[in-house]
């Protein structure tokens, strides 16, 4: 079946421009295995996939995974052209200027779109933190790992909770490679601040004090990485492109500028967390300070990571066809004033500008236009889709089905996929078979 599904995909894949994610990872025994998704547009809907699962024999540098990806394409005879834009996690493996898997992709398509993970990038602007803010965030951890590290601490302190009446009775723990998890950690530590204050006061005093005096900052930060996580969602939600990720990274960058203002008035209402410390008086001007300078270093760490896609222009008749076209090319503007007149196209423009512009026949008719457009809505600004597919092979891998098997037999294919196998196409493959029983 998989196989089944695999020649569907591929059969697509041919006669489609579509944009390419991939990553790579490696799993325990040294054994890497690299994946490749794509999205391109099928009966006026994105379709997202998993086009192959392969092991990287030799190593896991930029040549071999270009070489994989190449035979495999050569194979199924995908043309390369067909790619129009890359994603990937932006470790020197992909986007080295030399070596790079990029960098031998231009060699065969140079127009091809390079795009360094949104939410990788966002993570690394997460991490940013003053000394002081670091220091806070690391008690919270330590915290969070001597309860859940020990199994005894860990049934002891959901007692406590619990006796506390407490709405929850379990911490988070914190790990750098999920994008959500320092948001959860922190608001659940918060919530159960009280009470693992109460764990500790005799099992270790200095984390205690180090953590009581500390409580502002962990109710800043519980309440920062909440905004985070909930644009990260944003980042998540289906059918993503470009336009919609300046447009949540721009906005996440004025909110920093409005707060840190509002922090120098006093007002902290948007950090709820920080309101009820604020209460209770320990909250101080000088902490209040160092906020506002995280705050803005926040914001000049996005200006820079995501200098690229904050100073892409999209056109406005990108979002809204029938928006002014002076300033575009004559060959362009020919074909704006065509598609602005076609009365056939127009009601589908209320379904949102993406919906618009996935009409099977713009392409046909209006090549031009298209040509600009295609970019901005197909391209995959994340490696998302790969990092879920790297969770599920986690989970598959078991004594009884290795990383061998998965990539040989294509079991997450199987695993992963929306499309469905035609079986009445692999029935009647069966039937045909003679058998050689005797």
């Known amino acids: ?112 779109l390079s795009i360094h993970c949104v939410l990788h990038r966002q993570h690394l602007v997460a991490r940013r933190l003053s000394p002081r803010l670091n220091e806070s965030l690391q008690y919270v951890i330590n915290g969070v790992n001597k309860i859940k590290s020990n199994p005894s601490n860990d049934r002891l302190f959901r007692q406590l909770c619990d006796e506390n009446n407490e709405e ?15 948001g959860a950690c922190l ?105 506002r300078e995280h705050l803005q270093a926040l914001h000049n760490d996005f200006a820079s990571r995501f200098e690229g896609i904050l100073s892409v222009v999209i056109p406005d008749w990108v979002i809204n066809s029938f928006a002014s076209i002076e300033d575009e090319e004559i060959s362009l503007q020919l074909e704006l004033l065509d598609l602005q007149s076609n009365a056939e196209l127009k009601p589908r423009l209320a379904e949102g500008y993406q919906r618009f512009w996935l009409q099977k026949q713009i392409p046909v008719l209006y090549p031009t236009v298209w040509a600009v457009v295609k970019r901005w809505l197909i391209c995959l600004p994340s490696s998302s889709l790969v990092e879920r597919a790297f969770s599920v092979v986690t989970d598959l891998i078991t004594k009884k089905r290795n990383r061998l098997q998965l990539v040989k037999r294509n079991d997450l294919l199987l695993r992963v996929t929306s499309t469905s196998p035609n079986i009445d196409k692999l029935v009647r493959s069966q039937l045909c078979e003679p058998s050689t029983s005797r």
């Open 1 to 112: 079946m998989a196989e089944d599904v695999e020649d569907t995909l591929c059969s697509w894949v041919r006669q489609s421009e579509f944009s390419l994610q991939v990553d790579e990872s490696t799993f325990p025994g040294n054994e890497a295995v690299l994946l490749a998704y794509v999205r391109f547009i099928r009966e006026e809907h994105f379709v997202e996939e998993l086009l192959f699962s392969k092991e990287l024999e030799t190593d896991t540098g930029g040549e071999s995974i270009f070489q994989v990806v190449q035979e495999f394409f050569s194979e199924k005879g995908i043309p390369l052209q067909n790619i129009i834009a890359v994603a990937t996690d932006g470790a020197p493996a992909m986007v080295g200027c030399h070596r790079g898997f990029i960098s031998h992709l231009k060699k065969i398509v140079p127009n091809v």
């Open 168 to 182: 929850f009775n379990r911490l988070l723990l914190h790990t750098e490679v999920r994008w959500l998890s320092k």
């Open 187 to 291: 608001s659940r530590f918060f919530q159960l601040f009280d009470s693992v204050l109460q764990f500790f006061e005799e099992d270790d005093t200095s984390l205690t004090e180090n953590l009581r005096i500390r409580k502002a900052d962990v109710a800043y930060l519980a309440d920062l990485y909440f905004m985070f996580n909930e644009m990260n969602k944003q980042l998540l939600t289906e059918d993503l492109n470009l336009i919609k990720t300046k447009s949540v990274i721009s906005a996440f960058m004025s909110k920093l500028l409005l707060f840190k203002r509002r922090f120098a008035m006093g007002e902290l209402c948007q950090f709820q967390n920080l309101v009820e410390v604020k209460k209770e008086g320990q909250v101080s001007d000088a902490d209040v300070e160092v906020y």
